[in-house]
Nanobody
Framework: QVQLVESGGGLVQPGGSLRLSCAASGSDFSINAMGWYRQAPGKQRELVATNRGVTTNYAASVKGRFTISSDNAKNTVYLQMNSLKPEDTAVYYC?????????????WGQGTQVTVSS
C-alpha cells in the first residue's frame, strides 16, 4: 500500500504562483510515473502534467507556466505553478503509478484546492 500526501494549495491572486508537493510513502515499491491532474467544478478531471523517467508531458493550457519536477530520493513530485489564471482554479490531485512485487498499481492523493481569484 502506498500513500500520497499532497500539500501547497491555497488562494492566490491572478498572476501569482504556488508550488504543490506530493510525497509517496509505503514499503517495497518503486515509482514508474507521477503526475498532477485537476478537476474544476462541473468538469471532468484532466491531466495537468506528468513525469515518467526523463519524459514530461503538459496540458497545452499550462505549458510554459507550470513546471513538474521530481525528487526521486524522496519519492516526491512537485508542481510549480506560475502566472496563475482564474481558470486554473480546481482541486489538484496527485497520481502515482508504482510497481510492487511484480504488479503495477495506481494511487491518487486526496486532492488540494487551488483558487485563483482577486
Amino acid at each position: 500500500q502506498v500513500q500520497l500526501v499532497e500539500s501547497g494549495g491555497g488562494l492566490v491572486q491572478p498572476g501569482g504562483s504556488l508550488r504543490l508537493s506530493c510525497a509517496a510513502s509505503g514499503s517495497d515499491f518503486s515509482i514508474n510515473a507521477m503526475g498532477w491532474y485537476r478537476q474544476a467544478p462541473g468538469k471532468q478531471r484532466e491531466l495537468v502534467a506528468t513525469n515518467r523517467g526523463v519524459t514530461t508531458n503538459y496540458a497545452a493550457s499550462v505549458k510554459g507556466r507550470f513546471t513538474i519536477s521530481s525528487d526521486n530520493a524522496k519519492n516526491t513530485v512537485y508542481l510549480q505553478m506560475n502566472s496563475l489564471k482564474p481558470e486554473d482554479t480546481a482541486v489538484y490531485y496527485c497520481k502515482a503509478e508504482v510497481a510492487s512485487n511484480g504488479y503495477v498499481y495506481v494511487y491518487w492523493g486526496q486532492g488540494t484546492q487551488v483558487t485563483v481569484s482577486s
